[in-house]
C-alpha cells in the first residue's frame, strides 16, 4: 500500500523552479532516504508533504488525502532537524502536552519518552538536555498517535554513535509494523545500509529513485580492491597483477586495483590464482557517497 504518493509536484518562487515535476512514492513499511544538495528542493518537497504550503502543479496524497486536510493529519508526524521545546519544563511534561492536545491520555508520555531512550531523563527540564537529548523528545513526540507516514528532516542531527544506531534501530521496529518513513540526510553512510530506497534530488529534479544495488549498477562505479602480499612476495604479486588489470597503486607490500564490478569474479579468479602471494585481501564497492557523487556530476 502507497502511504506516500507525489505526482508531477512543481513549486516555484519568483519565477524560479524549486521542484520539478517530482515523481515519487513511499509504501508502508518502506524507509526511503531523500538526498540532495543545499537547495536541491528537499525542504520543499517536505512542506508540500505537511501541507505548509502549496504546489504550482502536481499532487500529493497521504494514504488517499490531500496535505493539510484532517485526513492527512492523523495519518502524518513530522521530525524537523531543530526540534525546539520549552525549557522550563521536563521531559514527560513536554509530552503530555502534546498528548493533550491530540486528545490522547498524557500518562503515556513515560511509555514514550523510555522508548527514545530517556526514561532517567524524562524529569529532568528541557533546558538541561544536550542537544542530542532535545531530538530524542522531538522523536517521542513524532511517535505520538502511531503515524503511518513519518516525515524526518535530518533526524540523527546532534546525536553521538551509539544514539543514533538506537535511533535507525527504533525506525527499523517502525517499518516493521508498518510505518512509511521518508528522511533526509546528509550523512550518507548513516543511510547507505538502512534505507530501502534513496531518492536523489537535483536543481530541482528527481535524477534517481532506487535500492542502492540498482543506483550502483547504473552508475556502472568501478570497486577498488586492495591486497595485501605475503611476507616476501610483494614482487612476485605486482607481477601477478600487471598494468593491464587497472593497477592503481603499487607500493611496499600493498597492491590496489580498481576493476569494473562485471569483472568480480575473474578478479577473484586471479586473487585465487595468487594464493601463495597474497597474505590479505578487502573488495569495495562503490559507496553511496562515490554514487551520490558521480549521480549529481552527471546531473549538472
Known amino acids: 500500500m502507497r502511504l ?9 518562487y519568483d519565477g524560479h523552479t524549486v521542484l520539478d515535476a517530482v ?24 512542506k508540500l508533504v505537511l501541507g505548509l504550503i502549496q504546489a504550482d502543479a502536481g499532487s500529493v496524497s497521504i494514504a488517499g488525502h490531500g496535505p493539510g486536510s484532517a485526513g492527512a493529519r492523523a495519518q502524518i508526524a513530522y521530525l524537523p532537524e531543530n ?4 525549557p522550563a519544563l521536563t521531559g514527560t511534561e513536554q509530552i503530555a502536552h502534546f498528548l493533550r492536545l491530540r486528545g490522547l491520555d498524557p500518562r503515556g508520555a513515560g511509555a ?7 526514561k532517567e531523563a524524562a524529569r529532568r527540564r ?4 544536550s542537544k542530542g537529548m532535545r531530538q530524542r523528545v522531538g522523536l517521542a513526540q513524532a511517535l505520538i498517535g502511531a503515524p503511518k507516514l513519518m516525515v524526518l528532516d535530518e533526524p540523527t542531527s546532534g546525536l553521538d554513535p551509539v544514539s543514533r544506531r538506537e535511533f535507525y534501530a527504533l525506525l527499523a521496529d517502525l517499518a516493521a509494523s508498518g510505518t512509511a518513513v521518508l528522511l533526509s540526510s546528509h550523512a550518507l553512510t ?14 530541482g529534479k528527481l535524477v534517481a529513485d532506487g535500492s542502492l544495488a540498482a543506483l550502483r549498477a547504473a552508475a556502472d562505479l568501478p570497486m577498488t580492491v586492495h591486497l595485501r602480499a605475503a611476507a616476501g612476495q610483494a614482487q612476485a604479486l605486482v607481477a601477478a597483477f600487471p598494468e593491464g588489470v587497472r593497477r592503481v597503486d603499487a607500493g611496499g607490500d600493498h597492491l590496489t586495483l580498481n576493476c569494473p564490478q562485471v569483472e568480480k569474479f575473474a578478479v577473484m579468479d586471479r586473487i585465487r590464482g595468487a594464493a601463495d602471494q597474497v597474505a590479505d585481501f578487502d573488495i569495495h564497492p562503490p559507496s553511496l557517497d562515490d554514487i551520490y557523487a558521480h549521480i549529481s556530476r552527471r546531473a549538472a
Open 126 to 129: 528541557i533546558g538541561t538536555y
Open 23 to 46: 515523481d515519487l512514492t513511499v509504501a508502508a513499511g518502506e524507509t526511503v532516504a531523500l538526498l540532495g544538495h543545499n537547495g536541491a528542493g528537499k525542504s520543499t518537497l517536505m
Open 83 to 86: 526540534a525546539a521545546f520549552h
Open 4 to 12: 506516500l504518493t507525489l505526482s508531477q509536484l512543481t513549486k516555484c
Open 190 to 203: 548513516e543511510v547507505e545500509a538502512r534505507t530501502d530506497r534513496i531518492a536523489i534530488l537535483s536543481q
Open 112 to 118: 514514550l519518552l523510555a522508548k527514545v531512550g530517556l
